[in-house]
């Protein structure tokens, strides 16, 4: 393998030189090519030309290269020091889940990558090799995806079919408007395509599609931790009325549903809760709370909606400030998921800010999500609901 | 004043004493009356009877009551301290805004509030006389809501009209879908309307709609800090291509332009910015950071933005690590917005996230509100920018 990063105008005598030396694999970091003007495209063309005389894998150009953690490997002249491995697989269409991106996971979050391709220009590896490579990766378990073009719209739909029916595949298309795409023309040259036909081709190929950056690194998140819920039957607890309102109006759009409890899983909730307030889904916990204890309040509510045979995901909304009592510990919220490990527990919280940082810190070296924003569990939901769906539409298919 | 912090059943009694000893105005803080069940809406059909029989206002019921910094005083039964004054007014159909979510604004942003409403029941002060309150109150430059049901909404509609003439006026409305109008009904016994009748209602009273709870704080944060822009325009930086292409599709789904920049504007961050990027808006700033420094390439761009006569707002996405670079300090920022007072700065960030932190605690207390997440500042230009056009129309319809 070599790394190359000259500038554009020194790559392609450098790329001759290496493939004529008999190096097989070449990562091109250097930008200036397509996506900068008519000289940078004529570079990328030599490009092209030296790859059609040489037996030569390239990745790139304008890219920051890959990363692989089981082999402890990166191509990235990013200083990200160890890379968290995991088992989570990006392939973008951008640098940046080699660069502060990544850098952002690791300081922020507490999952890792098994691999990170950054597909830069892509003039030889695009997106449908790295996607076949990491669909039959053992180390990665569910692949997110960063792209602003499609370079070969049918081999994409094929592979994508075949992988998504294995692990989740979810995508985040850059370019999905006329202004979006005159800034992915300028990022990668990328020819963005009509936006409905992108909806279509991802829907057919089980992929999720996602709406924001920010969705990228809640799905690697997620995906990493949670296993796919069997349907979209969520139970949730919240501290205040307004916030069962606000959420279960989230719900409905996000097409999550709320199903009334089971008798037996209503009354074990009632038990500890003042008469004035009716226990129903989504649950009000907070004057349970009050009458015996945070801790206890919310272990209760949490265990019999996670024994509720209509229920297939909990999120709690905590609410921690000193004054109303912090938890002693958040081991009880691991034991819990421990024990239901098939139903998927995303969290959230509210009051003080410094509690909710402890009670984050607490829970996610536990493999347990948080969430800093009430609405993040619901997205976080959302996307698993969508893969598993995805998941089951494609197997169907493939059953025809 | 008389605060009644009773069970409910032990309410009427307790108003009825303090009505005939000539207490002029009662905060009821006990829950347990029509949202709960039938015995409950007969104990508040009881307040009622009181209420016409005496002259007194009556708070409530099943409301943490009232706050109003300018006096030091709330009626909040909930351990707060020290509420941090400011010029936002809250309007709320739950106790939220004087309890913990007043806690996570006071724990983790840097504005402050002018008086707090939460109207429970809302059996006599309800939403349109807190707005004409607020409206004509010096210490309330905004006014943030969160409604379950609009009471009388002719009432509603004339005073909102006259409100948001003059000062901007938010509202996030619970029970927008069948499942939240469920939850709404065990929370404040709300009947809420149908939601095209509510969206038609806020568009001609001129009040912004908001979508989720968190945005009630955005709001609150940003229309603290921020001027109104004339228009739409924003020019925006960021260190990554991708992001300048997902934030430009965020920008056309939000309503906001990203218009060309003046040739003189493009040529000065061009100038700092080696060839292989063509500067356009959105400003891709990465290659000009490495090659003259993030602080000085930030202050540059975000100078020339500024000074731009097309844009209305700026949005700086900075990147921060160590291994790159951090600015030794961000008082730059704070300059640029005194120099430019008329125009929008929002700030946001990406990298390690310890040095986030850092950049936020140096510019939040300057007046500066910035955004954990990329989206967010986009998503509180919006906020701004409809308040803006709301204003406007508002004006336009009562010169007809």
Redesign the interface.
């Known amino acids: 393998l070599a790394v190359i990063i000259l500038?554009?105008r020194d790559t392609p005598a450098a790329l001759r030189d290496v493939a004529a030396h008999g190096v097989k694999h070449v990562v091109l970091s250097a930008?200036?090519f397509a996506?900068?003007?008519e000289v940078?495209a004529c570079i990328q063309q030599e490009l092209l030309d030296i790859l059609s005389r040489y037996h030569v894998t390239v990745l790139g150009p304008n890219t920051s290269g890959h990363v692989s953690t089981p082999v402890r490997f990166t191509s990235s002249f990013?200083?990200l020091g160890e890379i968290r491995r995991g088992n989570i697989g990006y392939i973008?269409?951008?640098?940046?889940f080699a660069t502060?991106?990544m850098?952002?996971i690791l300081?922020?979050e507490c999952f890792g990558v098994s691999r990170v391709v950054g597909l830069g220009n892509k003039i030889d590896i695009e997106e449908s090799r790295a996607l076949a490579y990491l669909g039959d990766d053992p180390e990665t378990h569910a692949i997110v995806m960063?792209l602003?073009s499609i370079k070969y719209p049918r081999r994409f739909l094929s592979v994508a079919r075949r992988v998504a029916q294995q692990k989740p595949v979810v995508m985040?298309k850059?370019?999905?408007?006329?202004?979006?795409k005159?800034?992915?023309s300028?990022?990668?040259a990328a020819l963005a395509a009509e936006d409905r036909i992108v909806d279509g081709l991802l829907g057919q190929a089980g992929i999720v599609r996602l709406q924001?950056?920010?969705e990228l690194i809640l799905a690697g998140k997620v995906l990493s931790t949670c296993r796919l819920p069997i349907k979209n039957r969520v139970g949730f607890l919240a501290?205040?009325?307004?916030?069962?309102?606000?959420?279960?109006?989230?719900?409905?759009?996000l097409g999550l549903s709320?199903p009334p409890l089971c008798e037996e899983t209503r009354e074990r909730i009632q038990a500890i809760t003042p008469p004035?307030?009716?226990i129903?889904n989504?649950v009000?916990i907070w004057a349970a709370a009050l009458a015996c204890g945070v801790k206890s309040a919310y272990a209760t509510g949490m265990e019999a909606l996670l024994e509720d045979p209509n229920i297939d995901a909990v999120i709690p909304i905590f609410?921690l400030?000193r004054?109303?009592g912090m938890p002693d510990d958040f081991s009880f919220v691991a034991d819990l998921a421990q024990r239901h490990g098939k139903k998927p527990i995303l969290i959230s919280f509210?009051?003080?800010?410094?509690c909710?940082d402890e009670c984050r810190s607490a829970l996610e070296p536990l493999g347990m999500p948080t969430f800093?924003?009430?609405?993040e569990p619901f997205y976080a939901l959302s996307i698993l609901y969508r893969c598993a769906e995805a998941r089951r539409k494609s197997r169907c298919r493939s059953e025809d």
């Open positions: 500038p554009a930008g200036g996506e900068t003007d940078g990013f200083p973008a269409q951008t640098g940046n502060f991106t850098k952002y300081s922020s960063y602003e985040l850059g370019g999905a408007t006329t202004a979006g005159q800034a992915a300028a990022h990668t924001t950056y920010t501290p205040s009325g307004a916030m069962l309102v606000v959420l279960s109006d989230l719900c409905t759009r709320i004035f307030i009716r129903r989504p009000d609410m400030t004054e109303t509210t009051g003080d800010k410094e909710m800093m924003q009430i609405e």
